[in-house]
C-alpha cells in the first residue's frame, strides 16, 4: 500500500490480553512501508517482551519516561510520529487519556502529541459497556480521536460479546484511512450495495457473473471509518465483510435485492449501486437437478431494474450512485444509463477487473458529464476517491 509508504507510525501497547496481536500489526505496517517504534506500558510488558518488536520493527522499543539516552522521551516520540495507534487500548489507558495524565511515558507522549490518535479498545464486554468506558470514549472522539469500535464475538475472559480486538487487517484499513481522511461523514447515512446475485436454473445451478464484492465492500468500509452509518445489502462476495457497519444483509437474487434496496432506501442521504445484478434470470427454474442429455433452451426473462427504481423514487437531496461495468464504448455507455437511471454520478469501469485488488475507473456526473475524472488504484483507495467526488458533487 502506497499510503504507508515512509509514514512513521508509533504503535502504543497497553496491558490487555490481546497485547500479542500488536506483534502481528507492527509486522503488518513495516512489511507496508512504514517505520515503526513501539511503546509498552509497565502492564504490555508483564504479557510481551521488547525484543518482539525490536526485532520485528527494527527500530529501539521505549517503556520508560526515565530513560537513558534520551532525557525527554515523550517529547521525542510525540514530534517523531505522524500517526500514534493505540492497540490494544486497555479502558485504563482510555480512561487516564481523557483526564490527561502524565504519570506514563504513555500519557506523557499523548499530551505532547497535536495529531489525532487511532485508539483500538480491546477488553471484556462489561468492562466496555461500563458507563464510566462509555463516556470515555465519547471524550475521546469529542477531542477530535478516532475511536475504533470492538469486534463481537468470543472473548478471552470466556463471555461473548463486544470487546474483542478486531483484525488487524481491518486496523490496517483504519490507519490507512486516518492518514489521509478525517470522519468528515458523521451524520450521512448511507447504503451500499455490492457482489454478484445469482438466479437459480435449477437446485444445483445458477446464472450468476465475476464481481467479486470487493470495489463495494471497499466502499462500505472506507465510508463507515469516514463516519457514515452503512448499510449494505450484499450478493454473493469473496471477501470478507467489514465489521464495522450498521447493518449488513444478504440479498442474492434480483428480486430479493430489490425488496432490501427499496425498502431502506427512503431512509439513506446516499445509495451506492455496486453490486453486479443479473439483467436477465431463468423464467422458471427446475424443481429437481436437470439431467445431462440433449441441447437444453433456458427462456430467459427481464429482472427488476434496482436502479431505474431509485431513480424514480428520489429523494430531495439524495444522492444516486451507479456503475457501468462495460466491455466497450465505456463512456458513452455510461453517459447513457446515468441519464436514463436519473443517478447523480455514474462509476466506470472495465470488466476485466472485475475480481481484481486494483482497477482504474472514470467517474461522471450529471452536472459535467463531458468532463470524466480518471483514478487508478487498489480498489481500498478507489473508494476514498469515490467518496471525495460525492462530496465535491455537492
Ligand atoms: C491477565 C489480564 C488480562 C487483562 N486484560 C485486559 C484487557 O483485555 N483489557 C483491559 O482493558 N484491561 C485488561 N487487564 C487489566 C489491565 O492490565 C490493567 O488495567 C492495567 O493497569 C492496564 O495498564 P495500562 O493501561 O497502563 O497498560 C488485564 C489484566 C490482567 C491481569
Request: proline letters at 4%.
Amino acid at each position: 500500500m502506497s499510503t504507508f509508504q515512509d509514514k512513521k507510525i508509533l504503535l502504543c501497547v497497553t496491558g490487555g490480553i490481546a497485547a500479542y496481536k500488536a506483534i502481528d500489526l507492527a509486522s503488518m505496517l513495516v512489511k507496508s512501508g512504514c517505520r515503526v517504534r513501539t511503546l509498552l506500558t509497565d502492564a504490555a510488558m508483564k504479557f510481551l517482551s521488547p525484543l518482539n518488536f525490536a526485532a520485528i520493527t527494527g527500530e529501539k522499543v521505549y517503556s520508560s519516561q526515565w530513560d537513558e539516552d534520551d532525557p525527554i522521551p515523550h517529547i521525542t516520540l510525540a514530534d517523531w510520529a505522524e500517526q500514534i495507534v493505540v492497540a490494544p487500548a486497555t479502558a485504563n489507558s482510555i480512561a487516564k487519556a481523557v483526564y490527561g495524565f502524565g504519570d506514563s511515558l504513555l500519557g506523557a507522549t499523548l499530551l505532547a502529541h497535536t495529531r489525532p490518535v487511532i485508539w483500538v479498545p480491546a477488553m471484556n464486554l462489561h468492562m466496555y459497556e461500563n458507563p464510566i468506558t462509555q463516556e470515555n470514549i465519547v471524550r475521546l472522539k469529542e477531542k477530535g480521536h478516532h475511536v475504533l469500535c470492538p469486534d463481537t464475538g468470543r472473548l478471552a475472559c470466556g463471555y461473548s460479546g463486544k470487546g474483542k480486538y478486531p483484525p488487524n487487517t481491518e486496523i490496517m484499513q483504519a490507519i490507512a484511512c486516518y492518514l489521509n481522511y478525517t470522519e468528515d461523514l458523521k451524520g450521512k447515512k448511507v447504503m451500499v450495495t455490492a457482489g454478484a446475485t445469482s438466479e437459480a436454473i435449477d437446485p444445483m445451478r445458477v446464472i450468476t457473473n465475476k464481481s467479486s464484492g470487493k470495489m463495494g465492500i471497499a466502499l462500505a468500509r472506507a465510508l463507515a471509518l469516514r463516519g457514515a452509518e452503512v448499510h449494505l445489502v450484499y450478493a454473493n462476495i469473496s471477501v470478507e465483510l467489514p465489521y464495522l457497519l450498521a447493518e449488513s444483509v444478504q440479498a442474492t437474487t434480483v428480486e430479493t435485492m430489490y425488496e432490501a434496496v427499496l425498502c431502506r432506501a427512503p431512509q439513506m442521504d446516499w445509495i451506492i449501486k455496486c453490486a453486479a445484478v443479473s439483467d436477465y434470470k431463468p423464467l422458471s427454474s427446475a424443481k429437481q437437478k436437470l439431467k445431462k442429455g440433449k441441447a437444453l433452451n433456458l427462456e430467459l426473462i427481464p429482472t427488476q431494474d434496482i436502479l431505474a427504481a431509485l431513480g424514480k423514487e428520489k429523494e430531495v437531496g439524495q444522492r444516486l450512485i451507479g456503475f457501468a461495468a462495460e466491455t466497450e464504448d465505456l463512456l458513452a455507455n455510461a453517459a447513457k444509463k446515468l441519464k436514463a437511471k436519473k443517478l447523480d454520478l455514474i462509476v466506470v469501469n472495465h470488466l476485466d477487473n472485475a475480481a481484481q485488488d486494483s482497477n482504474s475507473i472514470q467517474i461522471l456526473s450529471a452536472t459535467d458529464i463531458a468532463h470524466p475524472k480518471s483514478y487508478s488504484g487498489l480498489k481500498s483507495e478507489l473508494a476514498h476517491y469515490i467518496i471525495n467526488e460525492i462530496l465535491a458533487y455537492g
